[in-house]
């Protein structure tokens, strides 16, 4: 039997995002809220989660949608955030979190992967995009002050230097080396056959009581036969030349 993969039901997905988008612009012509002129950033946001919901049904397969998926649904809350506030010049050091959306972007590729290369370039591209949004974070708003005294944009800049304090905490775990569990050593009892007795490589068996007998008997030290001594005559002969009956 063929395996039914998972399919993405693209036509239905479009659809939803058309309601919706027809939706905020009748909406916003309805209402005096000025819907979508607040809230459209948010349609690229649902446009980048399309990618990363496609990722979820494709598997590995799909691995790569992660980067468009992770870098398109940043730039929307980018956006998003820029809008709302009327921050639009902070893009002068906010685009270096595009950089960090894309190696989030390699970080949710290598959980589909498992690769190490991969895992560490992931955190390269965080730190740097991280490390230069703080630092022309700083120069433009420290020092040259390009929003002025806007509390949004201390908020702005305070955040990332909150992301990059949780990338040094956590750098270890992206560049740590995989180790393989060690294996488990029993310890074995060497025999050497060429001096071992025969009797201690043999399997012990019980002795049936036929076999015990004979080994008893086996056992006993045996006695040495005692030699029969020639017996002496009561009269001893005396020599001829006796020299007292001489």
């Known amino acids: 039997m063929a395996k039914k993969g998972s399919v993405f039901n693209w036509q239905l997905f479009l659809g939803f995002v058309l309601i919706v988008t027809g939706g905020l612009f009748l909406a916003d012509q309805l209402l005096d809220g000025n819907i979508m002129r607040t809230f459209w950033p948010l349609l690229v946001v649902l446009f980048g989660l399309t990618f990363l919901f496609g990722l979820i049904l494709a598997g590995r397969t799909g691995a790569w949608l992660a980067i468009p998926g992770a870098l398109i649904t940043t730039l929307g809350l980018l956006l998003f955030f820029q809008n709302w506030t009327d921050l639009w010049a902070t893009w002068t050091y906010a685009w270096a979190l ?14 589909y992967l498992k690769r190490l290369g991969l895992r560490r370039a992931a955190g390269v591209v965080i730190g740097i995009g991280l490390f230069l949004f703080v630092i022309f974070g700083v120069f433009f708003e420290v020092i040259l002050k390009i929003s002025g005294k806007d509390i949004n944009a201390s908020l702005f800049l305070g955040g990332g230097l909150v992301l990059l304090g949780l990338f040094v905490i956590f750098s270890r775990l992206l560049f740590a080396k995989k180790r393989k569990p060690e294996p488990v050593q029993i310890p074995v009892e060497v025999v050497d056959v060429a001096t ?33 001594e020639e017996p002496q005559s009561d009269t001893e002969v005396l020599p001829d030349d006796d020299p007292i009956t001489g």
Request: glycine share 6%; proline share 13%; charged share 30%.
């Open 98 to 111: 595009l950089l960090t959306a894309v190696g989030f972007g390699l970080l949710i590729m290598n959980i």
């Open 196 to 228: 071992a007795p025969v009797e201690d490589l043999l399997p012990e068996e019980e002795p049936t009581p036929a076999e015990g007998r004979i080994v008893e008997e086996e056992a006993e030290p045996e006695e040495k036969p005692i030699m029969d």
